[in-house]
């Protein structure tokens, strides 16, 4: 059993930066792929980012393209989520997740094991 804790929300204006981590526990998590998913009220939840096993291999969601980049340090076992120029439309909780396979994914399906969430605040 992962569990993984996500920290760094909060409330910031438009344009300002945050930076997002999730720490977890288990000491496998260099074998997971992680990704960051979001849900703004009233939302589906929805892709953000991910990342494979190793940190070499990357996706970002067309949305946050150029703003949003994902890393990871397995050292730490945390994964990050830069988000840069934030937009009142970035307001959203923001989760973590891992997936087994070690590969990354945008499928919510394909994540076995989820944070609680990070409140994430973009408004003036």
């Known amino acids: 059993q992962v569990q993984l804790v996500e920290s760094g929300g909060g409330l910031v204006q438009p344009g300002d930066s945050l930076r997002l981590s999730c720490a977890a526990s288990?000491?496998?998590?260099?074998?997971?792929?992680m990704g960051w998913f979001r849900q703004a009220l009233g939302k589906e939840r929805e892709f953000v980012a991910t990342?494979?096993?190793?940190?070499?291999?990357?996706n970002i969601a067309d949305s946050v393209r150029g703003r949003f980049t994902i890393s990871r340090d397995n050292a730490k076992a945390t994964v990050y989520l830069q988000m840069n120029s934030l937009k009142p439309e970035d307001t959203a909780v923001y989760y973590c997740?891992?997936?087994?396979?070690?590969?990354?994914?945008?499928?919510?399906?394909?994540?076995?094991?989820w944070g609680r969430g990070t409140q994430v605040t973009v408004s003036s």
């Open positions: 997740a891992a997936a087994p396979s070690g590969y990354r994914s945008m499928r919510r399906e394909e994540y076995e094991y």
């Open positions: 288990e000491g496998t998590f260099s074998t997971y792929a």
């Open positions: 990342i494979n096993w190793s940190g070499g291999s990357s």
